[in-house]
């Protein structure tokens, strides 16, 4: 949907608010002017330009419209108001975020521990993998292209940052070594390609198997978030 924004700034008001003086209407053409709401004014004695905020005009999509700004002052209340860069535009949509991330492409060496590592996918994305309970630390092999779990309770933590949140993770497993439950969302059923759904900032995956049958080897990820 479509908004307009500007940057304005107000000075040297008296006895009125911003908001009572200084206001936007719309109207298409050869129509009646409609008041806007302006979310954000400056406080009435300052030069400081500050962001209007987003003026929604979903309700003028299609239509040939105009925008005025009005100023209404008195003998006794005449300050000044400051408007610049004002712009229409449809409004910015977050947009979402796939990343992958494949083990054997990041120069680990065979048997190489991870343990508490934090490892960076993105600037929003970033997996640890860690010991926890288990007997074993996980650790990157050749033989299984990626990182490997172990039975009894090793972890991944999987975090987005900057106001993320995780919506999909798809892992691919190596030599039927699925074994992981999460805590939070829901894990697909064991199988050589496993996908987490929900919606989370950060996540827990254990490996759940209790002998060196039911492991966990992850190959890949692909992370989606938004």
């Not at 806007?36 to 400081?48: M, Q």
């Not at 002052?73 to 977050?94: C, H, L, P, R, Y």
């Not at 640890?128 to 972890?155: C, E, L, W």
């Amino acid at each position: 949907a479509p908004v307009v924004t500007f940057s304005h700034c107000v000075n040297k008001l008296n006895n009125v608010t911003p908001a009572e003086v200084f206001t936007l209407h719309v109207k298409e053409v050869g129509g009646e002017w409609a008041q806007l709401t302006i979310p954000t004014h400056g406080t009435g004695n300052s030069w400081a330009f500050v962001d209007s905020g987003e003026v929604d005009l979903s309700a003028y999509v299609g239509k040939n419209v105009q925008i005025g700004f009005k100023y209404t002052s008195t003998a006794s209340d005449a300050g000044t108001w400051e408007i610049k860069n004002v712009k229409v535009a449809e409004k910015e949509v977050a947009q979402d975020g796939v990343v992958s991330i494949v083990f054997n492409t990041l120069g680990y060496t065979n048997g190489e521990s991870v343990d508490g590592k934090t490892i960076v996918v993105d600037d929003n994305i970033s997996l640890v993998f860690k010991k926890a309970s288990a007997s074993t630390a996980p650790a990157y092999y050749d033989a299984s292209q990626g990182i490997r779990m172990y039975q009894n309770g090793s972890t991944l933590d999987v975090t987005a940052a900057n106001g993320k949140v995780i919506t999909s993770i798809e892992f691919e497993f190596d030599y039927n070594m699925y074994y992981l439950i999460c805590d939070n969302g829901e894990l697909s059923a064991n199988n050589a390609i496993r996908t987490w759904t929900g919606e989370s900032s950060a996540i827990k995956f254990t490996c759940n198997g209790t002998d060196k049958n039911s492991r966990a080897y992850i190959k890949k990820m692909k992370i989606s978030y938004k």
